[in-house]
């Protein structure tokens, strides 16, 4: 109810803090295409699913308007990606995807060997 | 000059075509402060810095308005990430960006193991 200017609009606590490594991080970037109708409900559907993956630790996603979006997702090891990799619902999504919502991709599975996390000291 | 639909908003070939691994990524993900005075010139000269990094490959960047934004950068090897890491004007904005610009932030450094892309077959 106070005046107080509001700094930090994400809702969750965002960007994930990163975790000690090593840990996994799946990458997606794309170029969406024009054609966005059913994506937000595969994709808020898919982000409950991948809640339930063991090993999963969080994840993180922008998106510029009329430009690029890039998701990050952090699992604890490669098994949990791979899991998700052969989820069928995953895959059908996957491939409505290819065929409608992206115009480019690339995704890239990497392990993470460093990682560090800065929060702005609350002010006095 | 033509009246054909513009499909494809980004100037340069993006998202980064997925290179054959291995290879290394630094995932920047942070929440902005409304203070961004500064930061639009010296993202673009750290931009142009970075190109010079031997084993340097690309950059993708998104950033929700209001909210998230993630920065991904492909190095071949991890000598490259470090001479980055310890770039003097790099050091100086990192600093300057933990006084003014970021709420929060994570960095993960990370060994790509796996990758693909995907591009959309020209329309016939």
């Given at each position: 109810m106070s005046d107080h200017p509001i700094t930090?609009?994400?809702?969750?606590?965002?960007?994930t803090p990163a975790p000690e490594p090593p840990y996994y991080v799946a990458v997606f970037t794309s170029l969406p295409t024009p054609?966005?109708?059913?994506y937000a409900e595969t994709a808020e559907r898919l982000g409950a699913l991948v809640?339930?993956?063991?090993?999963y630790i969080g994840e993180d996603s922008a998106r510029t308007p009329g430009g690029l979006a890039i998701s990050v997702a952090y699992f604890r090891d490669l098994e949990g990606i791979e899991r998700w990799r052969r989820d069928a619902e995953h895959r059908v999504a996957k491939e409505r995807g290819r065929q409608q919502w992206y115009e480019r991709y690339s995704l890239h599975i990497a392990r993470v060997e460093h990682s560090h996390s800065f929060r702005r000291p609350t002010p006095a």
């Open positions: 930090t609009p994400a809702p969750a606590p965002s960007p054609h966005q109708s059913g809640r339930d993956i063991p090993g």
